[in-house]
């Protein structure tokens, strides 16, 4: 698994310990990085980003401008399973929120991207100008129905 965050997630806690699955962990905008380059093409790039790291180790590492750089590979998936809160029959997508961080540039890097969006609307009810993620990326939509955000906790003091 490459993430860069792992949230709080019982079945990926045990599957880790036990050592049947293997992670790596990438700094954020790095990973947004591959994913993006996945989706265009780019198959590597350089970034100081873990210089000096462990996230180094392994990697080549080049200088530009008297300053280092560490390879990183592109990421790319076989499927994408995304989030949007509106989409059309023909793939068509609008994000809110933080759902704009991975969710567009995943659905360019995947051979098959499966959109679940809150609200299905009929064609042409879409602003072409506030679609985030056009239909020629998403293979399937469907329509969800019941959502809980249980990365969030709320915290009250005494």
């Not at 239909?135 to 969800?144: A, E």
């Amino acid at each position: 698994m490459i993430a860069s965050y792992v949230g709080e997630n019982d079945i990926f806690e045990k599957q880790f310990l036990s050592g049947e699955l293997e992670v790596e962990l990438v700094p954020q905008g790095t990973f947004s990085e591959r994913i993006r380059a996945g989706g265009a093409g780019i198959p590597a790039f350089y970034t100081p980003t873990g210089v000096g790291t462990l996230i180094a180790e392994g990697k080549d590492q080049r200088e530009f401008d008297g300053k280092p750089y560490i390879l990183e590979r592109a990421l790319k998936a076989d499927f994408a399973l995304i989030k949007a809160w509106k989409g059309d029959a023909y793939g068509n997508l609008v994000y809110r929120k933080t759902t704009r961080n991975f969710n567009p540039m995943m659905a360019t890097a995947a051979k098959i991207t499966i959109a679940e969006v809150e609200e299905i609307v009929p064609l042409g009810t879409l602003d072409p100008d506030q679609i985030h993620t056009p239909g020629i990326f998403v293979k399937r939509i469907i329509q969800g129905l019941r959502y809980e955000k249980r990365i969030e906790n709320k915290t009250v003091s005494p």
